[in-house]
C-alpha cells in the first residue's frame, strides 16, 4: 500500500506549496493517527486501519476543494492557547494577535474591565481573560451560533467571560463602563473580493468579513459612538483595521474628540491596528 505520507503530498501537491503540504501532513497524522512530528519525520508509522484511511481520504478531498484545514479539524491555536473553530465564526489569524499583545503589554489599571465587540471565536475575549490577571471581560456578538462556539472555547480555556447577543447597531445593553474596548470589526471591501482566495471567500462568514464601498468606515463609525458611551474617561479602544484605511480611522476617531490616537503596523508592515483614548 502506498506511503500514507507519499500519498498526501501526491494528492496535494498541485494545490498547495511544499510548505504548506509539509504543514499539513503533521496536521492530518496528528489529528488521525495521534502521530508526532518526529515520527512523521522519521517514517516511522504504522499501518493505518481501515477507517483512518477513509478519514485521511476525506481531510484531503476537502482540502483539494480549499476548505480550510482549521475547519475540518474543527481546531487552531491562538496566542498559544486551543480554539474551536466553525463555519460559523472566522479563522482567527496572525494580526489578531497582534493586537492581543497591544493589549497584554499596554500597561493596563489593576483588574480592568474589557469589552470585545464581535467576539466571533471569542479568541480575543478568552485570551484577554486568561492572560491578563483580574480582568473582567465581556464579548457581543450578533450571531448566536458564533457564541456557541465562543461560550465552548472560554469553558476549555478555564476562563471566564460575559458573552452577550447583541447588534451593536442597536441601543446599548451595557450600563456598565469599561477601561478597555477591542474589536476586529468587518472592513473588506466589497471590490476586495476579486482579490481573495477561495478558502476564505467561500467558507468563511461574509458578514464577519465585508462592508459596502460606499461606507468602509460603518464598524468604526459606530465603535467610536460605543467608546464614547461606554469607556471610562482615559479609556482606550483598541481596533483591527483595513491597512489601506489607518489614516482615515485615525482621522474619524480625531473628530470625535478622542486623544493620544495612534497607529500601528503589523509584523507584516501593513497599517494594522488603531488606538484611541478617550478624553477624561
Not at 18 to 29: A, D, M, N, Q, R
Not at 127 to 140: H, N, Q
Not at 170 to 178: D, H, I, L, R, T
Request: aromatic fraction near 8%; glycine fraction near 6%.
Amino acid at each position: 500500500m502506498q506511503n500514507i505520507i507519499d500519498y498526501i503530498v501526491e494528492e496535494l501537491g498541485d494545490h498547495y506549496s511544499p510548505g504548506e503540504v509539509k504543514t499539513y501532513v503533521s496536521l492530518i497524522l496528528g489529528k488521525v493517527c495521534g502521530i508526532s512530528s518526529l515520527e512523521i519525520l522519521t517514517r516511522k508509522i504504522n499501518k493505518l486501519s481501515n477507517t483512518q484511511h477513509l478519514v485521511v481520504d476525506d481531510i484531503v478531498g476537502r482540502l483539494k476543494n480549499d476548505e480550510p484545514i482549521q475547519y475540518i479539524l474543527g481546531t487552531t491555536e491562538f496566542y498559544g492557547l486551543p480554539f474551536l473553530v466553525t463555519p460559523a465564526v472566522l479563522i482567527p489569524r496572525p494580526e489578531t494577535e497582534e493586537l492581543v499583545e497591544w493589549i497584554i503589554t499596554d500597561k493596563q489599571k489593576p483588574n480592568p474591565s474589557i469589552l470585545d465587540v464581535g467576539t466571533g471565536s471569542g479568541c480575543i475575549a478568552v485570551t484577554l481573560a486568561k492572560k491578563i490577571a483580574g480582568a473582567r471581560v465581556s464579548a457581543w456578538d450578533i450571531s448566536s451560533r458564533a457564541l456557541d462556539v465562543a461560550e465552548e472555547n472560554a469553558a476549555n480555556n478555564k476562563v471566564f467571560v460575559r458573552f452577550s447577543e447583541h447588534d451593536l447597531f442597536s441601543s446599548f445593553v451595557e450600563k456598565e463602563q469599561f477601561d478597555v474596548i477591542v474589536s476586529n470589526p468587518p472592513y473588506v471591501l466589497e471590490s476586495e473580493k476579486r482579490e481573495m482566495e477561495p478558502n476564505v471567500l467561500c467558507y468563511e462568514p461574509a458578514r464577519a468579513l465585508f462592508v459596502p464601498d460606499s461606507r468602509p468606515l460603518l464598524f468604526y463609525e459606530r465603535l467610536a459612538d460605543i467608546a464614547l458611551a461606554l469607556l471610562f474617561p482615559q479609556g482606550g479602544i483598541y481596533m483591527e483595521i483595513n491597512r489601506m484605511k489607518g489614516s482615515d480611522v485615525m482621522a474619524l476617531f480625531s473628530e470625535k474628540g478622542f486623544i493620544d490616537v495612534c497607529l500601528r503596523k503589523d509584523l507584516s508592515g501593513n497599517d494594522r491596528m488603531v488606538f484611541a483614548r478617550k478624553e477624561g
